[in-house]
T-cell receptor
Framework: GQQLNQSPQSMFIQEGEDVSMNCTSS?????WLWYKQDPGEGPVLLIA?????ELTSNGRLTAQFGITRKDSFLNISASIPSDVGIYFC????????????FGKGTKLTVNP | SAVISQKPSRDICQRGTSLTIQCQVD?????MFWYRQQPGQSLTLIAT?????????ESGFVIDKFPISRPNLTFSTLTVSNMSPEDSSIYLC????????????FGSGTRLTVV
């Protein structure tokens, strides 16, 4: 089945720094989703991407849908302590399926 | 987007017992999804629950272990049966986005510890 390879696995940064993480697949995805999970909470959707080449922002977050449809990245600018959490990429399995497949997540730690 | 209330938020259970997790949505939805998130891991789909029909289970998950009810379009339960320590995980319900929006919404999760 389709798999999402997410990197890096973890990041330790200083407050104010910019962050970049990415997700790749050997299969084509028609939608890319980026979620954030805070400790003790369920994942919350940050950005949804629906077209190859699409670049979408949500505040300090920017995500792009790769031209090949096999990758996506998420950037966070000027990080703040509340950016701490686990970031997951996800996408529908394809073939008409409504089910999502998730990457393994990037754990972000922001040092004040 | 839909608002999901999931309970309990956490529980500590004895091995061999069962726990039923409830998921209530503030709007009618066709499909509801149940996920497991093992410690430090990503989300794995357990099953899809449609109202009026039996749930569809993913490979590695069976109805006897994870029975699911879906009595109406706003509610579902997942039972973790005959629990063992390996069942210690976060269990999450999720509902589909609307229209062409795949931005699925998640409940806050149930953190289960089996001792």
């Amino acid at each position: 089945g389709q798999q999402l390879n997410q990197s890096p696995q973890s990041m330790f940064i200083q407050e104010g720094e910019d962050v970049s993480m990415n997700c790749t697949s050997s299969s084509i995805f028609n939608t890319w989703l980026w979620y954030k999970q805070d400790p003790g909470e369920g994942p919350v959707l940050l950005i949804a991407l629906y077209k190859a080449g699409e670049l979408t922002s949500n505040g300090r977050l920017t995500a792009q849908f790769g031209i090949t449809r096999k990758d996506s990245f998420l950037n966070i600018s000027a990080s703040i302590p509340s950016d701490v959490g686990i970031y997951f990429c996800a996408g529908p399995r394809g073939g008409g399926s409504e089910k999502l497949v998730f990457g393994k997540g990037t754990k972000l730690t922001v040092n004040p | 987007s839909a608002v999901i209330s999931q309970k309990p938020s956490r529980d500590i259970c004895q091995r061999g017992t069962s726990l039923t997790i409830q998921c209530q949505v503030d709007s009618q939805v066709t499909m509801m999804f149940w996920y497991r998130q093992q410690p430090g891991q990503s989300l794995t789909l357990i099953a899809t629950a449609n109202q009026g029909s039996e749930a569809t289970y993913e490979s590695g998950f069976v109805i006897d272990k994870f029975p699911i009810s879906r009595p109406n379009l706003t509610f579902s339960t997942l039972t973790v049966s005959n629990m063992s320590p390996e069942d210690s995980s976060i269990y999450l319900c999720s509902v589909e986005g609307t229209g062409s929006n795949y931005g699925y919404t998640f409940g806050s999760g149930t953190r289960l510890t089996v001792v």
